[in-house]
């Protein structure tokens, strides 16, 4: 695994509540950019919540990589799975559809790992 961090959102049904995660994802102050994944996970949604993710992520600057993925299966552990499959960075963040990320919250964590592997 690659130094970073992929941020997961799984949802079901989560056009409603989704914006503001993806918001403050995309609001994230990043030393670099290139460490750092979005996943989103759409568990069997059926209220248009792929295609309202991605008008949303065609609208903002987003800094970072981003992938849709889906999971016909559903159940948050096969949403949650299939996104760890997915994760290309040592870290994995699992971010509800329905919370909001301190703009720091990124930076503070990937700092905190390279001080740690200072101290080896």
């Not at 690659?2 to 997961?8: C, L, N, P, R």
């Not at 759409?42 to 792929?50: E, H, K, Q, R, Y």
């Not at 949403?79 to 870290?91: G, I, P, S, V």
């Amino acid at each position: 695994m690659q130094f970073g961090i992929s941020i997961t959102i799984c949802t079901y049904n989560g056009k409603q509540r989704i914006q503001k995660a993806i918001a403050s994802i995309a609001n994230q102050k990043l030393y670099n950019p290139e460490y750092v994944e979005l996943i989103i996970v759409d568990n069997a949604s059926i209220d248009g919540t792929v295609e309202y993710c991605e008008m949303i992520l065609k609208a903002i600057n987003l800094k970072m990589r981003y992938r849709i993925l889906l999971e016909p299966k559903a159940g948050a552990v096969n949403a949650r799975y299939k996104a760890l499959q997915a994760a290309q960075y040592n870290w994995l963040l699992i971010c509800d559809d329905d919370n909001e990320l301190d703009e720091n919250y990124i930076k503070l964590v990937l700092w905190v790992e390279k001080e740690l592997l200072f101290l080896k």
